[in-house]
């Protein structure tokens, strides 16, 4: 995907957050690999507020910011999922409020429904760390190996993508996922799909489309 046409999805993805309450005001952040570079939401600034051409320019290798303003001040942490993970062309930060609840709570988010077996499948869940900083960055390049989506307790959620859409809407399954433990704990003990069951939805020929359909950019 050209640069122009990439610049026009982080805004539109981007703006897609805001309506799915996965964040609010300037919270959250995305980017996509772009080449040798990756491109980062803007520091500061609300998606709603962000243009095609307010998307930071950093290169990989060196983290060096290759374009007019201020990258994402989690610009650490999207840069250690490219180096470590090549198959990964987009990273979407959010602060989903049920994910958050539930984790910060001391409950976790397990596989209830079969989109998420599908679409997410690993979640890694992290302890509290100090946002924007490189200690973040590193434990989050470990969790992300082995994870489509990690689980900041007290801070937020990153999932990942061959593409931003894929990206985004494992972030949203995530929060789907999070609203509906809370809703079944509400009425006894969550029943959580076994292993067996979640091979079985993994073997389905409709579930293996769907998952072709959502790397295709």
């Known amino acids: 995907m050209d640069e122009k046409r990439l610049r026009e999805e982080l805004t539109n993805f981007g703006r897609r957050i805001l309506e ?3 964040a609010v005001g300037p919270g959250g952040n995305i980017s996509a690999r772009c080449a040798e570079k990756m491109l980062i ?9 962000v243009s095609p051409e307010d ?11 290759l374009s007019e303003g201020r990258p994402s001040s989690e610009v650490a942490m999207h840069r250690a999922i490219y180096l470590v993970r090549e198959d990964v062309n987009a990273v979407v930060h959010v602060h989903p409020p049920f994910v ?4 910060s709570g001391g409950g976790s988010i397990e596989p209830m429904f079969p989109d998420f077996v599908a679409l997410i499948k690993r979640v890694a869940t992290l302890p509290y760390i100090l946002p924007c900083t490189e200690r973040l960055a590193q434990a989050v390049k470990e969790a992300v190996q082995n994870a489509e989506a990690v689980v900041l307790v007290n801070h937020g ?3 990942v993508g061959a593409t931003l859409k894929e990206a985004f809407y ?10 509906i433990t809370t809703i079944a704990r509400l009425f ?17 020929e409709a579930e293996r489309y769907r998952q072709s359909v ?3 950019t």
Do not use: M
């Open 214 to 216: 959502l790397k295709r």
């Open 157 to 159: 959620a990153i999932t």
């Open 170 to 179: 494992r972030a949203q399954i995530l929060e789907e996922a999070a609203k």
């Open 100 to 103: 958050i609840g539930v984790t």
């Open 55 to 65: 998307y930071v320019a950093v290169d990989l290798g060196s983290g060096a910011v």
């Open 41 to 49: 939401s803007p520091s500061g600034l609300s998606f709603e507020e």
């Open 20 to 22: 799915s309450g996965l």
């Open 188 to 204: 006894g003990s969550p029943r959580v799909l076994s292993q067996e069951e979640q091979e079985e939805l993994l073997g389905l």
